[in-house]
């Protein structure tokens, strides 16, 4: 771990990354050229995102959110001393399920314990980010790609297992099936530095309908 920031997308470096994607690969440039230039989804880093995140496993967006307002509606905020004030029964009486109680329950004692330091996190290189955030119970790889790519923005992120981007890159590179997770990482390599750039397009092509 360093002194300084991991490099970070803010608006005006994703308006250069998707540039220079486009002049590097004619089907990303295909969707630029259709939909514009993907938005930046950027999301404030820290506790809070990171349970919306755990709360969007394997649900709609729509359904994440509405849990999210039932997590609020529980525990008053979206904080370590909520949730763990709050605790199971309140959590699954306002109609969570019991694994997604459990994951942030275990969360908000990690981090209120000093065991996850979201701010040592926010400062670790990709791979140790990702390992420190994967140590936690309800933290598998989607959620701590999806948390460095929106939360962190971090450029060179790309979630293998994100059933929508890998639908979108099935329809951009016209493959026979869904790429699985190897298959994904070999095509996102000629992307490199600029992955999660690149994730940027293909979401914003799957939210266009390109399907």
Same mark, same amino acid.
């Given at each position: ?118 701010? +040592?996190? /926010? ?5 140790? =980010?990702?390992?420190? #955030?994967? *140590? &936690?119970?309800?933290?598998?790889? @989607? ?37 699985? +997770?190897? /298959? ?5 390599? =000629?992307?490199?530095? #600029?992955? *999660? &750039?690149?994730?940027?397009?293909? @979401? ?8």
């Amino acid at each position: 771990m360093g002194t300084d920031r991991p490099a970070r997308l803010d608006e005006a470096t994703l308006g250069v990354g998707v540039d220079v994607l486009a002049e590097r690969d004619a089907d990303l440039a295909g969707i630029v050229g259709r939909h514009g230039p993907p938005p930046l989804w950027a999301r404030q880093p820290g506790f809070a995102t990171l349970v919306h995140i755990i709360l969007e496993q394997q649900v709609s967006l729509r359904s994440a959110e509405a849990a999210l307002a039932r997590l609020v509606a529980a525990a008053g905020e979206v904080t370590p001393e909520a949730i763990e004030t709050a605790g199971p029964e309140r959590l699954l009486g306002a109609g969570l399920t019991r694994q997604k109680t459990r994951y942030l329950v275990g969360l908000a004692q990690e981090v209120s314990a000093g065991r996850l330091d979201l701010d +040592a996190v /926010e400062t670790a290189d990709d791979d140790d =980010a990702r390992r420190q #955030l994967v *140590a &936690v119970v309800g933290i598998g790889p @989607w959620t701590a790609d999806i948390y460095l790519l929106m939360a962190l923005g971090r450029p060179d992120i790309w979630p293998t297992g994100d059933l929508a981007l890998a639908a979108s890159m099935r329809t951009a590179k016209r493959l026979g099936a869904i790429p699985r +997770a190897d /298959e994904q990482t070999a095509i996102a390599a =000629a992307w490199h530095p #600029l992955r *999660a &750039v690149a994730a940027r397009i293909l @979401w914003h092509a799957y939210l266009q309908g390109e399907r």
